[in-house]
């Protein structure tokens, strides 16, 4: 029996700057998603918009290239005043 494929992703958690409406926090969290899309990325455990999230491919591994896409996806946010993007772990090992 062979162990089964890893699946890689990581966790991501923004920071907002302070008195940041609810319109621009949906507005955001729609950009987050487009962003993840775009990369074939999907976030999961979530059931609601918010943050922390964990991130993981939809049809390969997650790589640190879309960590990267997704530093420069909060740069381009000015209602992000801090982003922590996690080390590529594998989310299969708990299961």
Known sequence: MSASCPTYGFVVDVQLAPHVNAVAQVALWNSFCH?????GLVCTGVKRAG???TVRSEASQATDADRQALHQWAAAHDIIVGI???????????D
């Open 35 to 39: 962003a993840l899309d775009a990369r």
């Open 51 to 53: 943050w922390p999230t």
């Open 84 to 94: 922590e993007i996690g080390q590529l772990v594998d989310l299969s090992a708990g």
